[in-house]
């Protein structure tokens, strides 16, 4: 290792005034950006506790990216030598340039009472004894600090509101490229997102019978919650250390085992509203992700769902040409949405009334569908329990022609 000369560190409000100069600083991580793989570079910024606001942009350049800083945590100390302060968009900003010059830097542990020994730095660094009085003494400054845009408090998805700003902390499990210049990107954090009122009039959002798939609109416009980025939204990656256990943070209850779902032991959190019921009532809940991920196609299941969609919305369509009843609907739990079908003495069994009382069938579907009437928005619809079989169509292609419908549910009489 080399030695480095003997220097001071400077404060960070006096390094906007250095412009063009090579300093030496010492500061907190309060942001930090994405790398750039096409130039191995980064950006982060730093305070102390003279310059404790939006802090000073550092923008590291190196050439592999194994040698850009990899912070552990928000909060940690960065020790700067020999960085070109400059103008980087027209914002003063702190150059460490492997490349091109002798800057180096090293990374340390923020809390308080950790020894001196950095997490990370480039092999010219070595520490000298007047820097760990520097280190212990931000150490102690940072155990009163507080974070000014809240960067280390973060929102868990079930207590997120309507037109509230938040801080998540999540796992990206999807990206999804929706329209030429629109993508949607699909996050999780262990927890459940509090269900959504229905704000879209079901004519809008046609479905045909057993189609493949959901269509993309459906997906992201009815009773989902959606978050907007704005031009103040930063990303950043979520460090080892602040990486909390991204399971299912939902009450669990035991393990079950049955002829019906052996060895599903996901938890279900919503107890239902008691509008149906069931001639099974002593199976196992069950998620729709369980229901999914089921190892075989046919199967028979029971779980908490709401109905957020049916076809046809006409109940003077609700029969085919031989009098049958045949109803498609869109299930929802926490976890996944499903078309389930409901088909001839299974759609007679689920709405119990005369084929003629139409006033009877429109009231108990406006109580499923959670309005008055079945074009009303808002909606709420409750949480119900129902059977769900799942089958095949086609024995060659048994997972291809995957389906699912309820049966042995009915709605209860008022």
Known sequence: MEIRDDYKFLRIQDAFKALHLHVNLIGVIVELNFSTGSDCSCMLKIVDPWHSGSGLPVKFVARTTQTLPRVESIGDIILLSRVKIVLINRKITALCNETSSSSTFALFNGKH???FVPYQSLPKFLIREQDKSFLSNLREWLITYKFEDGSCCFTPLKDIKEGECSNLSCLIVHISK???????????????LPPC???????????????????TYI??????????????TKMQYTMSKEMQVFS?????????????????????????SGITGVAHEDAPFVSLMDILTYHNVT??????????????????????????????????????RIHASLYADEGEKFFGCDQSDEEALVEKMNKLLG??????????????????????KHKMDQWGSRRFRIFDTWINAS
């Open 113 to 115: 009472g950790v020894d």
């Open 178 to 192: 929706v329209y030429k210049d629109r993508w949607y990107i699909y996050v999780w954090d262990g927890t459940e």
């Open 197 to 215: 009122n229905i704000l879209v009039k079901s004519e809008r959002l046609p479905l045909c019978v057993e189609p493949e798939m959901l269509p």
């Open 219 to 232: 997906l992201l416009n009815m009773g989902l919650w959606n978050a907007t980025f704005t031009p103040s």
């Open 248 to 272: 299912p943070q939902r009450m669990c209850g035991e393990k079950f085992s049955s002829r019906w779902n052996p060895i599903i032991t996901r938890c279900i959190s919503h107890s239902h």
């Open 299 to 336: 199967a028979k299941f029971r779980c908490v769902v709401r109905f957020i969609q049916v076809y046809p919305q006409d109940i003077r369509k609700l029969r085919d040409s031989n009098g049958k009843i045949k109803l498609l609907a869109i299930l929802e739990d926490a976890t996944a």
């Open 371 to 392: 309005g008055e009437e079945m074009e009303q928005v808002p909606r709420n619809p409750p949480w119900v329990q129902c059977c769900l079989l799942s089958f095949y």
